[in-house]
């Protein structure tokens, strides 16, 4: 019995034996198996002036190890007196300007490196300011050593910003990204009048951000801003987004005091007074125009149509026939004119209508007959002159119809009908 115990004794030692000496091969096999790297590696130190190189070499992934370990480093960033040390404000800087750099990289192996590199850069930043007040012209330099200029690195992390926002925009049609970018662009430069009428009016309301345009237009606006596209984008987005009346009427309002020479711009205001129902103020608007230029023929167009929406019909026909005198080929004042001689007709056919099947009715009927045509006669001249303007005119051909039909003109009444199947008017 004892020289079996002491045999199994043995034979245990050996399995122990066996199994230290496969252990050992296993740990060589994955020494071997290893990169050199992964072996060598040793833990970063904190060093802006290794994560400055990195940077300048174009290694954002080294740059980003080295910033990292240089930013959490207790002993590089506080004093012993538990201040921000020396060199605390230039390696949050620097940590802003790395994260930047990846969050606009198009390497792929460098924009991985991190989800969103911006709100850690933005951060960075920020403590950069909080600690050094901007004191420090210039954090980095340049390969050759000169320093560069905080504004200089903020004006080229922009433009990388901006072109980003510009791919976005145009590449990707991804109007939400563009703006994102766009943003991030005025972070750096956030005065920037260029930047900021292009982000009001074109970025942000592709992106329909508009409470955030209309910010930017009115920060563009604040700062000198005076490109006449902001405006009309400012009024577009009161006007058709936020159903806000009156801010829009104030936008064209600034319009017409800004660019008095632009007969486009009293439109605007027109158009606002017109959608609110303030018909007199409308109309005081366009006075104002055709007074100021006598060979305006929109503007006495315009009064025209106030005039009849104030059902004052004389002063309608006087100012659409000032415009037809300034211009005989202007259509819409023709078919404004047209309507007006017209309604003499429809009034006295809204009488005989009214009227019963007695003696007396008929007797009546007969004399207003011969009125209504005397009218329908005067009228046809003008709505004649409509179709020679604009022959394809649906509310023309059918006014034509109408009164070819009621004169008995039997050769026109064909006319028009052939006119009016051929464009699908009647079956």
């Known amino acids: 019995m004892k020289l079996k115990l002491y045999h199994n004794q043995n034979k245990k030692q050996t399995n122990k034996l066996k199994l230290k000496l496969e252990m050992k091969k296993i740990a060589i096999m994955l020494m071997l198996l290893m990169p050199f790297g992964v072996m060598a590696q040793k833990p970063i130190k904190p060093s802006t002036a290794n994560a400055e190189k990195a940077l300048r070499d174009g290694k ?31 390696a949050w800087y620097l940590k802003g300007v790395i994260y930047a750099g990846i969050d606009t990289t198009s390497i792929e192996k460098f924009k991985s490196l991190v989800p969103d590199g911006f709100p850690i850069a933005k951060e960075a930043f920020d403590k950069a300011k909080e600690i050094d007040q901007d004191k420090t012209p210039a954090f980095l330099n340049d390969p050759s050593g000169f320093p560069m200029m905080n504004d200089q690195v903020n004006a080229f992390m922009a433009q990388k910003y901006f072109d980003a926002a510009v791919k976005y925009y145009q590449d990707d049609k991804d109007y939400k990204k563009a703006f994102e970018f766009t943003e991030r662009t005025m972070y750096f430069i956030p005065e920037d009048t260029s930047i900021l009428m292009n982000a009001g009016v074109f970025f942000g309301p592709s992106a329909e951000e508009w409470d955030k345009s209309i910010a930017l237009i009115n920060k563009y606006h604040s700062l ?45 205001e027109l158009d606002m007074y017109v959608k609110m129902n303030r018909l007199p103020e409308a109309k005081e608007v366009m006075l104002r125009e055709a007074n100021a230029n006598p060979n305006d023929k929109e503007s006495r167009y ?57 003696k007396e ?30 022959p394809d005119e649906p509310k023309v051909l059918d006014v034509l119809y109408l009164i070819y039909t009621d004169l008995e003109m039997n050769a026109q009444v064909t006319r028009i009908e052939k006119r009016m199947k051929t464009l699908g008017l009647l079956d």
């Not at 992934?61 to 960033?77: C, G, V």
């Not at 007797?363 to 004649?384: F, G, N, R």
């Open 60 to 90: 954002l992934d080294e740059a980003k190890a080295i910033i990292d370990a240089t930013t959490t480093s207790q002993d590089f960033m506080v004093d012993k007196k538990g201040n921000p040390s020396k060199n605390a404000a230039k």
């Open 361 to 390: 009715d008929f007797k009546k009927k007969v004399e207003l007959d011969k009125v209504y045509q005397d009218k329908l006669k005067v009228a046809l001249p003008y709505w004649e002159k409509c179709e020679k303007l604009s």
């Open 302 to 358: 315009y009064l025209g149509v106030i005039s009849s929406e104030l059902k004052d019909m004389d002063e309608a026909r006087k100012w659409y026939a000032e415009a037809i005198k300034l211009d005989d080929k202007y259509f819409e004042p023709q078919l404004g004119l047209s309507e007006l001689v017209f309604l003499d007709a429809k009034e006295v056919k809204a009488q005989m209508n009214q009227l019963g099947n007695s």
């Open 224 to 268: 000198g801003g005076t490109n006449s596209d902001s405006y009309i984008q400012l009024f577009s987005i009161y006007r058709d987004k936020k159903k806000d009346n009156d801010a829009a009427l104030k936008v064209a309002q600034d319009m017409v005091k800004k660019y008095p020479n632009n007969t486009e711009y009293p439109k605007y």
